[in-house]
């Protein structure tokens, strides 16, 4: 069973932040968040990951909460080519599980 | 960066013939690699972990002796769907982990580029 839980979809106008929320409640402190997306008929490409820290590169921002039960991933400029099935995981050191993820979709 | 290369990236076969999936790990050693399958519209669903030199382990509800998996060195997983169903059709996606000591290089999972199998 996913351990996280995200809104279905999402729109976001090109240009503009999208912001992917995901709430984690029963993460554990070892756990890490990670963030992958998967672009139709491809296989997922990692984006980014943290522990309780706020981290960013080249790609997006992710924010945690203090109390680690939620974070946010920024797209800070969307473009169309961010359209994609977001997904949000916690894990620590074994396999990876899949939730439902938020399908994003960007528009002109 | 780690890269997964898997192969085929489509393959369309007859009914009741077996297909063969290689997961490469181009860069580094995987002694796990993971396999997922994915149906139309929904999210990856984690098949069975390969672990290089012993036997596979399979999630409930997958059938080993249909999904055989092999591990045989480092660098190479495959998977053969045995004696495939038009249900068998999917998209097959396998994964490894390029790991390193410091918990902040670590990617997680690299993932291939996917299979879509289509039997007919």
């Known amino acids: 069973d996913a351990k996280t839980t995200q809104p279905p979809s999402m729109d976001c106008a090109e240009g503009r932040a999208a912001n992917l929320p995901c709430n984690h409640s029963t993460i554990s402190g070892n756990e890490y968040v990670y963030w992958y997306r998967q672009i139709h008929s491809q296989g997922p490409q990692y984006i980014i990951h943290?522990?309780?820290n706020n981290e960013t590169n080249e790609m997006a921002s992710l924010i945690i909460t203090e109390d680690r039960k939620s974070s946010t991933l920024i797209l800070p400029h969307a473009t169309l080519r961010d359209t994609a099935v977001y997904y949000c995981?916690?894990?620590?050191?074994?396999?990876?599980?899949f939730g439902a993820g938020t399908r994003l979709t960007v528009k002109p | 960066g780690a890269v997964v290369s898997q192969h085929p990236s489509r393959v369309i076969c007859k009914s009741g013939t077996s297909v063969k999936i290689e997961c490469r790990s181009l860069d580094f050693q995987a002694t796990t690699m993971f396999w997922y399958r994915q149906f139309p519209k929904q999210s990856l669903m984690l098949m069975a972990t390969?672990?290089?030199?012993?036997?596979?382990?399979?999630e409930q509800g997958v059938e080993k002796d249909k999904f055989l998996i092999n591990h045989a060195s480092l660098t190479l997983s495959t998977l053969t769907v045995t004696s495939a169903h038009p249900e068998d059709s999917s998209f097959y996606i396998c994964s490894a982990r390029a790991y390193s000591g410091n918990p902040r290089a670590n990617y997680g999972y690299t993932f291939g580029s996917g299979t879509r199998l289509t039997v007919v």
């Open positions: 390969s672990n290089e030199g012993s036997k596979a382990t399979y």
């Open positions: 943290g522990l309780k």
């Open positions: 995981i916690v894990f620590d050191n074994n396999d990876m599980r």
